[in-house]
């Protein structure tokens, strides 16, 4: 990899920014990429490096986006003839461009670890705390009075800062009684993937009046998991550690596996002149016929549609959103 694309990952990786990595593992002339080619593409769209032309970039653009939305790994085949040789595995994509050649590409998406904060520090969160690091979460403890060194795979805070609560982490709030309901506000305006509380019904049924009371919106407090965890049974801290961090990995791979995940949906549309799907948001190459918006993978994709528009809208054509 280029070292201004080794840097640029540094950065974002430093900056727990989600991005994905991009590489030519095979091609077929004329083809104009090369293997060993790379690209990286961040989760706003940005796209740098090189792993061919106008064509194969929108299609790698968007399966990047797709790949750091849901996190999985992808190989793409872009050929003349993508039903031609079907793998299991692997994501065939027409290659559109009138110079041809096959081109393979994996699209590898670069995550930072996933979030969970834990207020309070009873026995309960300290074996949690110790489970979720073994997991692979990074670990946040916000209590007043917490033993650090009970806490030896966790960062502990005396209070809440402005950028200890990340948008889309998993949050858990266990402080007796002690701050509940302003944690669970504060939780809540960062839209956190799951807010547990450990409370009794009872504890739960005042701590939802107050949040009513002020001003809290009923959808969102229907939506904490109250008594936190999978109902196990658990008595015991071990326990019903197990049955927290149990129920956090099971909304977490649900979420990832309908699409329900924290980042903006990828919106597409469809180039009316060559049918290749093109990411809307900072798409470069664009037209309007008749008060609509159409976008293109590639300048000449444009050239051709803006030369006889009618011919393009006549056979039906046009954007698709999703």
């Known amino acids: ?15 727990e920014e989600r991005f994905a990595i991009v590489t030519v593992v095979r091609r077929e002339p004329p083809s104009s990429a090369r293997v060993g080619d790379v690209a990286l593409v ?5 796209y740098h490096g090189w792993t061919g032309g106008g064509c194969t970039r929108s299609s790698v653009l968007l399966e990047a986006m797709r790949a750091i939305a849901d996190g999985e790994p992808r190989l793409l085949s872009l050929s003349p003839e993508p039903e031609g040789g079907r793998r299991p595995g692997v994501v065939f994509l027409p290659m559109t461009c009138e110079s041809g050649g096959t081109v393979e590409i994996y699209v590898e998406p670069v995550l930072p670890s996933a979030r969970l904060l834990l207020f309070g520090s009873s026995p309960a969160v300290r074996v949690l705390a110790r489970i979720a690091h073994a ?6 403890v916000i209590d007043p009075e917490a033993d650090e060194s009970a806490f030896p795979d966790a960062k502990v805070q005396r209070s809440l800062v402005a950028d200890a609560l990340p948008r889309g982490a998993h949050v858990l709030v266990a402080t007796m009684g002690d701050g509940d309901i302003e944690a669970i506000e504060a939780a809540l305006a960062r839209s956190p993937a799951y807010l547990g509380v450990i409370a009794s019904p ?7 009046d107050a949040l009513l009371a002020r001003g809290v919106a009923r959808e969102a407090i229907e939506r904490i998991a109250a008594p936190a965890g999978l109902d196990l049974g658990a008595r015991t801290p071990e326990e019903i550690a197990v049955s927290i ?7 977490r ?8 995940t924290e980042n903006v949906p990828v919106r597409e549309a469809v180039d009316p002149v060559c049918g290749m799907s093109v990411k809307v948001a900072g798409a470069r190459h664009t037209a309007e016929a008749l008060g609509v918006t159409y976008y293109f993978c590639c300048a000449g994709c444009r050239t051709k549609f803006l030369a006889d528009s009618a011919r393009y809208l006549a056979a039906g054509a046009g954007a698709r959103g999703s």
């Open 1 to 15: 990899m280029r070292p201004d694309l080794l840097k640029l990952a540094a950065r974002l990786a430093e900056r």
């Open 42 to 46: 961040s989760e706003r769209g940005e």
């Open 135 to 140: 997991v692979g979460y990074r670990v946040d």
């Open 202 to 208: 009872k504890r739960f049924a005042q701590l939802r």
């Open 245 to 251: 961090i149990a129920q956090i990995v099971e909304r």
């Open 253 to 260: 791979r649900r979420a990832a596996k309908t699409g329900q």
